[in-house]
């Protein structure tokens, strides 16, 4: 409907006006009448009007007044003049100032009003036809830009020059400061989880332009958006600016699926150092892994924490302390060394990587202490657990208390001993030809060297040193029998570099010497 304000000071003349046409039917609504353009004012600041019928001779502000003011508030409204004589100076002027038609007043019948606001409608559409265009081409070639930016910042953070050099004449001698934003998304189908993402990192997009002001912000992976914020001095603090704008971050349609948080680089100026730049704010998010979900930290936040512990912290040494406790059975001083390693899952000491890491080991040493199936398997070693250091350290300690269940808990687990001779004799049965020795053996496995070779000798019934000869001589046999090579070339290629030597034990173990044993299978 197309609303109309009627403006004269004559009371008889509105009267007349609005009794003229059936307005609704016509598709016209009268929103009020005024006796001036004063009073007229109220309606057109609040823009509720598209069409003004006002006379041009009254008191306080005449219709001429009134149209300017009018066409400066509202660039869009029509204005029809109304006129008692045929002034047409006072016409050339309201025209001049923006009317679209005037009639004389003498003249005013239902008929001419109607044509002339009808062809008032018409116009009126076709210029919001034209203007959302223009707002669509607008928007369109905006957009463009902004997306062929987000490239271009894409691959200056590859290290691109000329994308470096682009992103310098787009922001010339502007200060910043990268934000690393992750999303982490709770849903139980891969495909659920990329919709919500698709649609969350949309939304940051957006907020990122229109709330942040970011210079740009694009997609580093499908659970980062990197962007560019502007900061107006080194110490200028965003603290409370992005603890408000975090908060209002869960925009999508399943919040309670979705944990955002944010890294903040330093202060910056100029692309030169962008990597790096990025870098840094990326950091400062991974720290959120030890700090948990929701986290807003700084590069400034977590450089103390980045810092290397002074504290002797050996970790090899406690992981082999934990094995040999485990296989001898000792499960309190087991659990001693075990909350001695996640204890030192702190920034302090290890990143994220690290704790990952060091996870995996123990689930391989967890699962090695006994017969697991494979959904169990598959159950300790569930990674999509591990968003935060806290629910890695509760798994890894969950898993650990399952391995005191049960009968075995009360005596040492020969399986555990047995899997890691297995694990060094298929090491030693690759390399028994090669200057191998107990302590590279022992390293092979992870337990100290007196340690592994007890524990060889336990399950193997032999020492380490008789168990490699044995394999060099079972060579030796194979040699002898199937081929002519000489005695010390035999002795070479099954691994003994002195023949006096290899004699010796070939006829400690076979009975025969070497040349003998030779001669009896040519025979």
Request: charged share 30%.
């Amino acid at each position: 409907m197309c609303k109309v304000l009627l403006v004269d000071d004559e009371k008889m003349a509105r009267m007349g006006m609005r009794a003229v046409l059936d307005w609704e039917t016509n598709g016209f609504e009268l929103v009020g009448e005024a006796s001036n353009g004063e009073k007229a004012m109220h309606w057109i600041r609040d823009q509720q009007v598209d069409i003004l019928i006002t006379d041009i001779a009254m008191p306080v502000m005449d219709g001429l007044e009134l149209t300017r003011k009018a066409k400066e508030l509202c660039p869009f409204i029509k204005v029809l003049l109304l006129s008692c004589h045929n002034d047409f100076e006072y016409v050339r002027e309201g025209i001049r100032l923006g009317a679209s038609d005037y009639i004389l007043k003498p003249t005013l019948n239902a008929e001419s009003l109607l044509t002339v606001l009808h062809q008032m409608r018409r116009k009126q559409e076709e210029e919001r036809e034209n203007r959302q265009i223009v707002e669509l081409f607008k928007d369109h070639l905006h957009a463009s830009k902004r997306k062929e930016l987000e490239k271009t910042f894409s691959k200056a953070l590859r290290g691109d020059r000329d994308a470096i050099g682009r992103l310098k004449l787009a922001y010339p001698d502007e200060k910043y400061r990268f934000v690393a934003i992750g999303v982490d998304v709770f849903a139980e189908s891969d495909t659920d989880k990329a919709e919500l993402l698709i649609e969350q990192t949309e939304i940051i997009q957006t907020q990122l332009y229109d709330n942040c002001r970011s210079y740009v912000a694009a997609l580093h992976r499908p659970d980062l958006v990197m962007a560019v914020l502007p900061a107006r001095t080194p110490h200028e603090c965003h603290t409370e600016e992005l603890n408000e704008w975090l908060s209002g971050l869960r925009t999508g349609s399943n919040p309670e699926l979705i944990h955002i948080s944010i890294g903040i680089s330093g202060y910056c100026e100029g692309f030169a150092d962008i990597q790096e730049s990025c870098l840094e704010a990326k950091r400062a998010l991974d720290h959120v892994f030890f700090s948990g979900p929701g986290s807003k930290l700084s590069a400034i936040d977590t450089a103390a924490a980045d810092c290397p512990s002074a504290l002797n912290y050996n970790y090899a040494a406690a992981l082999n302390e934990l094995k040999e406790s485990l296989t001898m059975g000792y499960h309190s001083k087991a659990e001693e060394q075990l909350r001695i390693i996640v204890g030192h899952w702190s920034p302090r000491y290890r990143t994220k990587v690290e704790v990952l890491q060091e996870a995996e080991e123990l689930f391989t040493l967890f699962l090695l202490c006994k017969d697991v199936s494979a959904a169990n398997v598959r159950r300790i070693r569930r990674s999509d657990k591990f968003r935060y250091a806290e629910d890695v350290i509760r798994h890894v300690l969950e898993c650990f208390e399952e391995l005191r269940v049960g009968e075995e808990y009360q005596k040492p687990d020969t399986t555990l001993h047995q899997r890691i001779v297995k694990q060094a004799i298929h090491f030693m049965e690759a390399h028994y030809t090669e200057a191998i020795s107990l302590q590279q053996v022992a390293d092979e496995v992870n337990v100290s060297r007196n340690y592994f070779s007890e524990m060889f000798k336990r399950v193997t019934g032999q020492n380490f040193i008789d168990y490699v000869i044995a394999l060099r001589v079972k060579r030796a046999k194979e040699l002898l029998q199937a081929s002519s090579l000489r005695v010390y070339e035999v002795a070479e290629q099954s691994g003994f570099n002195d023949v006096k030597h290899f004699s010796k034990q070939f006829k400690k173990i076979a009975g025969l010497s070497p040349a003998e044993y030779q001669g009896m299978w040519r025979k």
